[in-house]
């Protein structure tokens, strides 16, 4: 009876979810599932088209709707998926679009180097150990002749991404980006406070996703059956330990 509980309460265990998603391109490997989990216009928005489908900035820390009442945030860019993207514009007289980034679990300042890759991304990194240190991947729809830029910006303070490889998907041409979270002031091995926010510098960026590429183990909750059968377990034993002492014989 206890191996099969024992069995059981492994089973329990070995059942749960594998949060593992890992792809590669051009030398850089990654999790599509540390992908943002919610991006929202935090300044700016698209404010041309269709009335429907205009997006304004976020007001306050309500349901994510624009001062409009219409949806705020920016599907295109939330998740992993290089088919869709949100254009970053500079508006004029206008504030810059700004999209806030919420990721499912918090980015970290891994310890490493986060150095641009020869060749203009063509080839990819040197090796592994070259983006290490780069904790956040942009990936970015190169389909635009004005050369734009990204910045990354964390409680006011603002910085470049290195290139680390460019590659063509589905006809579609990618490039990716890093960001290392040293630039940005958090010490090695800390997290950085959520949420972080992306902008242009230069150009209309067309970004498609962006990833964690160093981030905190998610808790993973103990299921409400471990804990029936480890109180079971428990249970066993000190029944055991009771019909031991009713047996043993009298001083």
Same mark, same amino acid.
């Not at 205009?54 to 998926?81: H, V």
């Not at 007289?93 to 063509?122: E, H, I, M, R």
């Given at each position: 009876?206890?191996?099969?509980?024992?069995?059981a309460?492994?089973?329990?265990? /070995?059942?749960?979810?594998?949060?593992?998603?890992?792809?590669?391109? /051009? %030398?850089?490997?990654?999790?599509?599932?540390?992908?943002?989990?919610?991006?929202?216009?935090a300044?700016?928005?698209? /404010?041309?088209?269709?009335?429907?489908s205009?997006?304004?900035a976020?007001a306050?820390?309500?349901?994510?709707?624009?001062p409009?009442g219409?949806?705020c945030?920016?599907?295109?860019?939330q998740?992993?998926?290089?088919?869709?993207?949100?254009e970053?514009?500079?508006?004029?007289t206008?504030?810059d679009?700004?999209?806030?980034?919420?990721?499912p679990?918090?980015?970290v300042n891994?310890?490493?180097?986060?150095?641009?890759?020869?060749?203009?991304?063509?080839t990819?990194?040197?090796?592994?150990?070259s983006?290490?240190?780069?904790?956040l991947?942009v990936?970015?729809?190169? =389909?635009?002749?004005?050369?734009?830029?990204?910045?990354?910006t964390? =409680?006011?303070?603002?910085?470049? %991404?290195?290139?680390?490889?460019?590659?063509?998907? =589905?006809?579609t041409?990618?490039?990716?980006?890093?960001?290392?979270?040293?630039w940005? %002031?958090?010490?090695?091995?800390?997290a950085a406070? =959520?949420?972080?926010f992306?902008?242009?510098?230069a150009?209309?960026?067309?970004?498609?996703?962006?990833?964690?590429?160093?981030?905190a183990?998610?808790?993973?909750?103990?299921?409400a059956a471990?804990?029936?059968?480890?109180?079971?377990?428990?249970g066993?034993?000190?029944? %055991?330990?009771?019909?031991?002492?009713?047996r043993?014989?009298?001083?």
């Amino acid at each position: 009876m206890k191996k099969l509980l024992i069995a059981a309460f492994a089973a329990t265990f /070995t059942s749960l979810p594998a949060f593992a998603a890992p792809m590669t391109m /051009t %030398g850089v490997s990654f999790d599509t599932d540390n992908a943002v989990a919610q991006a929202l216009w935090a300044q700016g928005g698209v /404010t041309t088209g269709p009335a429907a489908s205009r997006r304004e900035a976020c007001a306050g820390s309500g349901p994510p709707t624009g001062p409009n009442g219409i949806e705020c945030r920016a599907l295109e860019a939330q998740g992993f998926n290089l088919n869709t993207y949100v254009e970053i514009d500079g508006n004029g007289t206008a504030p810059d679009d700004v999209l806030s980034l919420l990721f499912p679990n918090p980015v970290v300042n891994g310890a490493g180097s986060c150095v641009a890759s020869p060749n203009k991304g063509a080839t990819g990194p040197t090796s592994a150990a070259s983006y290490a240190g780069c904790d956040l991947l942009v990936f970015e729809i190169l =389909n635009q002749a004005d050369n734009p830029t990204i910045s990354l910006t964390l =409680n006011g303070v603002s910085v470049l %991404g290195v290139l680390l490889a460019q590659e063509g998907v =589905n006809s579609t041409h990618v490039a990716i980006w890093g960001f290392d979270l040293t630039w940005l %002031g958090v010490p090695v091995g800390d997290a950085a406070n =959520n949420p972080l926010f992306i902008s242009r510098e230069a150009g209309s960026p067309d970004v498609a996703a962006v990833v964690g590429l160093n981030v905190a183990a998610p808790v993973v909750p103990i299921p409400a059956a471990a804990w029936l059968f480890a109180a079971g377990l428990a249970g066993l034993g000190a029944a %055991g330990r009771r019909a031991a002492m009713r047996r043993a014989p009298a001083a």
